[in-house]
């Protein structure tokens, strides 16, 4: 569904993605993480063919996406500001919507809009952050395209309507199940949606795991100094703080490699959330405070 082989990308100079290689065969939903610039905008317009490779390759579904008219029908893209008309109503919207993809599901599309509550007949210019969310997620869902990506979906939305849309993502995808790749900042809203996450770090993807397998990564260990130290040997460490004669120490590993069963009179070792983990994976170098 989407293969990617050594793919590079350049905005003039300014160097977006690096020898990027990415495979998924499978229907499924994957959560694509970076910090801010990594460039998961720009792999996103990679596969929607808004941009052309530099070197490399894409395919998404079969189809090189750059300059192909055929490609629309493969792939649908919800950019974070996404290039609605002026004068578009949801009315405007949801007809270009059907127009533009072949498995259109306009009662699914009605059925959104009455959830999100969205007004049928306001200017879309005139949405507000988190209504103009919402008509990306109905267009986006409804489109029912085999390869559906939408960047940043969840921004602006309050937490009942955030609900709303994981429970209809989750709903369309049982129903027709196709490759949905959404990104992020916040992996904890996503996670429990992604059956795989991707990594993108500093201009290519250095992680692709499934979502179990990742948040299984990062332990915390807190205790005196020199009794961490003993226990985290030759491991790598992401993040080092010291409190008073405490050493708190994040390192990159399993937690079910040993240390959920591993007990210490003096030291607390826990898992890492996911986000704190990401994060540091992320960092030039361990920090230290
Ligand atoms: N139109 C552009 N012209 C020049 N450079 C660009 C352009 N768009 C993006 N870039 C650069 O490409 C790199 C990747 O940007 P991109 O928007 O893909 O990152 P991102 O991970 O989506 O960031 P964010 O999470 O902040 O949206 C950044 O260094 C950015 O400055």
Redesign the pocket.
């Known amino acids: 569904m989407i293969k990617i082989d050594n793919l590079s990308f350049s ?2 100079k ?4 690096r020898h990027v290689s990415f495979h998924e065969n499978e229907p499924m939903i994957i959560g694509l993480w ?10 996103m317009k990679l596969l929607s063919g808004m941009e052309q490779p530099n070197q490399g390759t894409v395919y998404v579904n079969g189809v090189s996406p750059y300059n192909n008219p055929e490609a629309m029908h493969h792939v649908t893209f919800m950019q ?1 500001n996404h290039p609605f008309s002026d004068l578009w109503d949801v009315e405007d919207a949801l007809r270009f919507g059907s127009y533009f993809n072949r498995n259109w599901d306009q009662p699914f599309a009605n059925h959104l809009v009455n959830v999100f509550e969205l007004p049928r007949n306001k200017k879309i210019r005139n949405f507000s952050k988190g209504m103009k969310s919402m008509i990306k997620i109905t267009l986006g869902l409804a489109s029912k395209a085999p390869v559906t990506i939408m ?2 979906p969840a921004n602006g939305l309050d937490a009942s309507m955030r609900k709303t849309f994981y429970d209809a993502l989750l709903d369309t995808y049982e129903d027709t199940p196709r490759l949905i790749m959404l ?1 992020t ?1 916040h992996i904890d809203e996503v996670e429990p949606l992604c059956e795989k996450i991707a990594v ?1 770090n500093q ?1 290519t993807i250095t992680r692709y795991e499934e979502t179990e397998k990742l948040k299984r990564q990062g332990v915390l260990l807190t205790g005196p100094e020199d009794a961490v130290r003993a226990e985290i040997g030759t491991h790598t460490i992401l993040e080092e703080r010291k409190l008073g004669k405490q050493l708190h120490v994040m390192v990159d590993d399993d937690y079910d490699n040993g240390f959920a069963t591993r007990t210490k009179a003096d030291i607390t070792i826990e898992k890492a959330p996911l986000q704190d983990y990401l994060v540091n994976l992320t960092r030039k170098g361990p920090t230290k405070a």
């Open positions: 905005y003039g300014a160097m977006a993605l970076g910090r801010s610039g990594s460039g998961k905008t720009t792999l974070e960047d940043e990104s900042h993108i201009h």
